[in-house]
């Protein structure tokens, strides 16, 4: 049994700590996921600024896609009007009052001869003034324009063909984008570096709004009149100009289409007189131009961001565009950010430093970083964790709650398995026990059945020397068959009591009754080894209670008292009654060796025999360890207890309670 209870007591331990182990791998792994997740959701709130600033830029782009290419003059003929050209009105461009229009400022006009227009050219009569701030504007945006993007498109005269002939993208783009980059690009350089080295996770995330090939041009029908009256209107304006002299430039530009010169403007409604009444306009799509400007603040792209879109008509080619207005962009990205970053986050735009940061300033490396590519630049987008600790505490939160239910865990199954040893051994010493008492009820049988038989057959063979000793062999038939009916009573009892089957007749009688009963049939028991019974009965009222089950704690009691007290000098056994706190007391007294401290709750016990005290330690006096048990079986059953006492000067005394209110 002991081995079968080793090899479950070693699956149970190897079970536990399998377990154990993979509780520990599965809070690595929760803890990983929780990282996980977390940087999804850093990957996820990029994601949506990413399509929050793309849908900006498709309906901003989208919009001045649909601008008439008549918003980028000062002055223009309606589209709607036909007629002589003395007969055309002419208006004021919607654009003539605002020099920024959403991510757009500085709007112009590139004419084949490399003249700049705008829509708010402050020389026209009736202009703003020199102190307007719009007029300012005008003036240091037209220097800028001749100074660092005209030089552009003059480098590049040879441009490449679309299948219609026209350039795939404006003058300078290819050039530019090939050029190392040198002052405010190292610049933006320098400032990209520093999220780079923060550390955390970082990915690209394209805008494709600006970039050529998700764009279509688009042709639009004017009439003949009107158009080359807009192109009337622009020289005439040129002529005009009173401020400023014209920038010298080259009177012609380059056919892209056949490689040939363009006639004047004049030549060009001459030679047309005859033609169709409708023009075709073609209008290119914007492409984006980065030009480092000198004396310019250091830009996030490197450089000035332009959009230049071609229009043709018939075979004369404009460049129109406008400036990227760098820091509304850089608004538009923020305010993205900061509507759909979520909680526990915060975001900072590093190249321009400005951002978010939640309750207070985060520092540390970012815990995510989008790069969002305009395909002219980069913008990145650092996001953060105002609180960088909340996943390790919840992680360590976890390990305790794992490291405290394991420990309970652990606790449990080793109280278990100490329960299981110990229930073991019970089970191994209740079954030693079931043994010896099967062993003793055989010796207790037969020593009785023994005696019986031999008086019998000196009886029946009449070897009887006189009456006297046929009334002696009488006798001892009589006790040996008490003695026998006692011990098959006690065996009946406990089997009853384990069973749960034992019943009780409860009814109202007298106590003292009982037991002088009692003590009557056990006198000539007692007198036969010695013994001498002295009775002290004190006045008990009726009370209820099972005659058979007294009778049957008075009778153990007395046999007890034979059993230990043989070699005792005074063999007198004194049994008293008494009513004390509720209880009627029974008490049996002898003068034996006593019950040693430690074995007084044991005694009491199933098939425990307690060895005499001047016997070796595996001595024990005859019996079946049954009878002080039913003692304390049948007390329990009145609502009682047993105690054992010393007496004085030696011995012990049995005390059993009843209880008097059942």
């Given at each position: ?81 036909v007629g002589g050209e003395s007969s055309l009105p002419r208006l004021r461009s919607p654009l003539a009052g605002q020099f920024a229009n959403g991510l757009a400022c500085g709007y112009f ?151 040939q010169t363009a006639p004047a403007p004049a030549e060009k409604q001459t030679a047309r007189d ?389």
């Open positions: 049994m002991y081995k079968g209870l080793l090899l479950l007591s070693v699956i149970i331990l190897a079970a536990s700590v399998g377990l154990t182990c993979l509780g520990y791998h599965a809070v690595a792994k929760w803890a990983q996921g929780l990282e996980g997740a977390r940087l999804g959701e850093f990957a996820e709130v990029a994601e949506q600024v990413r399509q929050d600033v793309r849908r900006k830029l498709d309906e901003f782009v989208q919009t001045e896609q649909q601008r008439p290419y008549t918003d980028y003059l000062h002055y223009y003929v309606p589209d709607h009007l006009q590139v004419g084949p001869d490399a003249e700049i227009i705008t829509p708010y050219d402050a020389r026209e009569p009736g202009g703003q003034t020199d102190a307007d701030t719009l007029t300012l504007q005008v003036r240091k945006h037209l220097e800028n324009l001749t100074n660092n993007l005209l030089p552009v498109i003059e480098a590049r005269r040879e441009m490449p063909t679309r299948t219609s002939g026209l350039p795939t993208s404006p003058p300078g783009d290819q050039a530019l984008n090939t050029q190392t980059p040198s002052g405010p690009e190292a610049a933006r350089n320098n400032e990209t570096e520093a999220p780079k080295a923060a550390g955390g996770r970082r990915k690209a995330y394209a805008i494709e709004s600006l970039q050529q090939q998700s764009q279509a041009s688009q042709i639009v029908t004017q009439d003949r009149s009107v158009a080359f009256s807009n192109q009337s209107v622009v020289e005439q304006s040129r002529r005009s100009a009173a401020q400023a002299p014209p920038r010298p430039a080259p009177e012609r530009i380059q056919n892209q289409a056949g490689g005859s033609d169709d009444s409708i023009v075709q306009i073609r209008i290119e799509p914007f492409v984006p131009v980065v030009v480092p400007g000198a004396g310019r603040e250091p830009s996030i792209f490197g450089g000035q961001v332009f959009l230049l879109r071609r229009v043709q008509i018939e075979d004369r080619r404009l460049l129109q565009g406008f400036q990227l207005d760098e820091t509304q962009l850089v608004a538009e990205v923020q305010e993205s950010a900061r509507r759909l970053i979520r909680e526990g986050m915060a975001f900072v735009l590093p190249q321009v430093g400005r951002g978010e940061a939640g309750p207070g300033k985060v520092q540390g490396p970012p815990a995510y970083t989008a790069i969002l590519d305009f395909g002219f630049g980069e913008l990145i987008l650092a996001l953060r964790e105002v609180d960088p600790g909340w996943i390790a505490q919840r992680i360590s939160e976890l390990r305790h709650v794992y490291v405290g239910t394991t420990t309970v865990v652990a606790i449990a199954v080793g109280l278990a398995l100490l329960s299981l040893w110990r229930a073991t051994r019970a089970q191994l010493a209740l079954v030693q026990k079931k043994d010896e008492f099967i062993s003793a009820v055989s010796h207790e049988l037969r020593t009785p059945l023994t005696s019986i038989r031999m008086y019998a057959e000196m009886l029946e063979k009449d070897w009887l020397a006189s009456k006297e000793k046929a009334c002696e062999y009488y006798g001892n038939i009589r006790q040996e068959s008490e003695r026998l009916s006692r011990l098959v009573e006690n065996v009946l009892d406990f089997s009853r009591l384990q069973r749960g089957r034992k019943r009780y007749d409860f009814r109202l009688g007298d106590v003292n009754a009982c037991v002088a009963d009692v003590v009557a049939m056990m006198r000539p028991c007692a007198a036969e080894h010695g013994f001498r019974i002295e009775t002290d009965l004190g006045q008990i009222a009726p009370v209820r209670f099972d005659r058979d089950a007294v009778a049957q704690i008075v009778v153990n009691l007395l046999d007890n008292a034979i059993k230990y007290a043989r070699s005792a000098g005074d063999k007198t056994i004194r049994v008293r009654t008494q009513v004390s706190d509720g209880f009627i007391i029974v008490e049996v007294e002898d003068r034996g060796p006593g019950v040693p401290p430690r074995q007084r709750k044991r005694v009491f016990e199933p098939f425990y025999r307690c060895p005499p005290r001047d016997a070796g330690e595996g001595s024990q006096v005859p019996g079946t360890g049954l009878g002080l048990a039913l003692v304390r079986r049948f007390a329990e059953a009145h609502g009682g207890f047993v105690e054992i006492r010393a007496a004085h000067p030696s011995g012990a005394t049995f005390r059993v309670g009843l209880a008097t209110c059942l």
